[in-house]
């Protein structure tokens, strides 16, 4: 079973940025998406960005050009770049896992609050 920890959140003013990490306990070779969520207060959890075992990306609407995802597969984590951030980047970020036939990997997440 994977264990997934992110790290790197914080309050930051708007127009900052901020760089998250996730460590993840084991290799993350064999996991075949991994991916960054988010979830605003009173909000449904909602996707940020994810990269494919061979670096395929796919990113919200909400935060293309803006954010930038990555993995390190000898580093076992997976980063996400924010730059430009906005008030509705506030959430809770959670690093999420994927592999097929296990169930669905999640972290703790990381508070990311932006203040204008």
């Known amino acids: 079973q994977v264990q997934l920890v992110e790290s790197g959140g914080g309050l930051v003013q708007a127009g900052g940025s901020l760089r998250l990490s996730c460590s993840a306990s084991e290799t993350i070779f064999t996991l075949n998406v991994m991916g960054w969520f988010r979830q605003a207060p009173g909000k449904k959890r909602e996707l940020v960005a994810t990269i494919s075992s061979v670096g395929t990306t796919d990113y919200a609407d909400s935060v293309k050009g803006r954010c930038t995802i990555s993995r390190d597969n000898a580093k076992n984590t997976v980063e996400l770049q924010m730059n430009d951030l906005k008030p509705e980047d506030t959430g809770v970020y959670y690093c999420?896992?994927?592999?097929?036939?296990?169930?669905?990997?999640w972290g703790n997440g990381t508070l990311v609050t932006v203040s204008s």
């Open positions: 999420k896992g994927v592999r097929l036939g296990d169930p669905v990997y």
